[in-house]
DNA sequence: TTCTTGAATCGACAAATGTCTATTACTAAT
DNA sequence: ATTAGTAATAGACATTTGTCGATTCAAGAA
């Protein structure tokens, strides 16, 4: 048993063994994506948290420093899965981006339509940089001599398709989600694959949002 | 005197005439400035910026309902008066994006810089708004049948540029800010520009970062 | 000037936060 | 089975938070 239980402050590790560990973490996410539904996210107390997850309040703090670091992880990990799921293949990348975009839309209309809080969160630090993991996986298989340091095309296309689906998600009469990444695609994809070729894969109809 | 305190509860009314509130407005965030020179946002007390600003700490909460949200107006305000004093004009369109990148790599480095907080902030909800709203006055300038909805080209556009910016920010050994500028424009701008004419205003050398 | 409106102050309050120090319980290895 | 290490619990603590009602003060209009 020789676990740091908080190696970086504020940003829990995940590569514990101890099952204690992941049965505590597991049940606070589980409980604040319950109290979620009921309350605004401001309106839950770390008490109230600890109290549904049958645990000690102390305890959260042995895991979290605050609310805001939970919510972070509980984002984090629900998009990681979500992307698992959907495993998306790096053989076509114009259909890649398609298919993360999608994977952000569907995921923001998911887990946040709930009572319709947390727009305004710190979501930009958790679900970013998975994504901009995904594009600096992909552009490394590419393989193609980089116009500009290929980490940053992945960080700039990852605030970029965060960014336009989060502006999709917050607003009314939402297109689908299917064409609103389409859409990211078309305008994304030449920050991540130079401007040269676009509309390759058949979407050639002006995607008007 | 017929104005509401808060019209938009923890996004403070602007329009206001009222001296003493843009006065009170106005020391608060006078206040956490001079604070944040000392200490990290989170040891900073909502009583010890009232007390700075000379202040009692219940007018605080008649105009920001938390730290945060003076965190955020404060931001805005800086942000707003930097790009301010640096005209930005929209004669030249690829110009005024490097002169917008240049202008959020500047904030960043200038006022975050101090003990080195904040960097974890929701300073996106402040500065990115802003970029957006330019990026709209731009193109509606520049009046040219948009390939897409103009308003999504600007907050993707927005959200990339200050992306970029930030992971720069946050970079150890930082290339100078100008020409952190000149590579943002050559990724972001087939985003605003359609994917045709890049390369127009004579930076040929290829940027590495 | 006088009067009205509402911003700013003051004191007080319950609730929540973040941090301790034991103490207990359980995991993993010997 | 015993043991060492550490997660979880329990209770307590000083601070901070956000809100409230009552009061004072000042800006703008009559």
Redo the contacts between chains.
Sequence with gaps: MAQLLQPEKGTPETGTTDPRILRSRRMLMDSLGRLLKKKEFEDISVQEIADDATLNRATFYLHYPDKNALLQAMTEARFRDLIKRRAITFTDCHGALRAIALGVCDYLAETTGCPSQLA???L??SI?PVVEGMFKEGLALHGTAP???T???A??????V???AR??FQTTNRVPAEEMAA??E???S??LFG??Q?LESGNTE????
């Design positions: 305004r969160m710190s930009e630090g970013i116009r500009v340091d980490a940053l095309l960080t700039t296309a990852a605030w970029a965060f960014g336009a502006r999709w859409t990211i078309t305008v994304v030449p920050v401007a040269s676009q002006a995607p008007l949002v």
